[in-house]
Nanobody
Framework: QVQLEESGGGLVQAGGSLRLSCAVSGRTFSDYRMGWFRQASGKEREFVAGISWSGRSPSYADSVKGRFTISKENADSKVYLQMNSLKPEDTAVYYC??????????????????WGQGTQVTVSS
């Protein structure tokens, strides 16, 4: 059974940093696409960042480019989201998502099969 478990969320002041982690278990950590999405209160879930198994050409939403960095550690079956220069508008529940048997990155929610429970990120002004 595939499980994704996020951690690292919390409360931070504007301008601060957080590092989210997503631990993957139940399936070989290869040939996948991984993504981070977020959902603010009253809004739809949106793409934040994505990475393929190769790690080449990660993708970012325009709103986080230059501030967020997605990375992975295959040996530990983990994906990370380093978030710098946080803004109050980054406040949301952040979700890790995965899809296997693909080598491309995708910003589309429907192209991910597995989701974590989410971790809350709150940025105060």
């Amino acid at each position: 059974q595939v499980q994704l478990e996020e951690s690292g969320g919390g409360l931070v002041q504007a301008g601060g940093s957080l590092r989210l982690s997503c631990a993957v278990s139940g399936r070989t950590f290869s040939d996948y696409r991984m993504g981070w999405f977020r959902q603010a209160s009253g809004k739809e879930r949106e793409f934040v960042a994505g990475i393929s198994w190769s790690g080449r050409s990660p993708s970012y939403a325009d709103s986080v480019k230059g501030r967020f960095t997605i990375s992975k550690e295959n040996a530990d079956s983990k994906v990370y989201l380093q978030m710098n220069s946080l803004k109050p508008e980054d406040t949301a529940v952040y979700y890790c998502a995965a899809h296997w048997n693909s080598w491309s990155v995708s910003p589309k929610i429907e192209e991910y099969d597995y989701w974590g429970q989410g971790t809350q990120v709150t940025v105060s002004s």
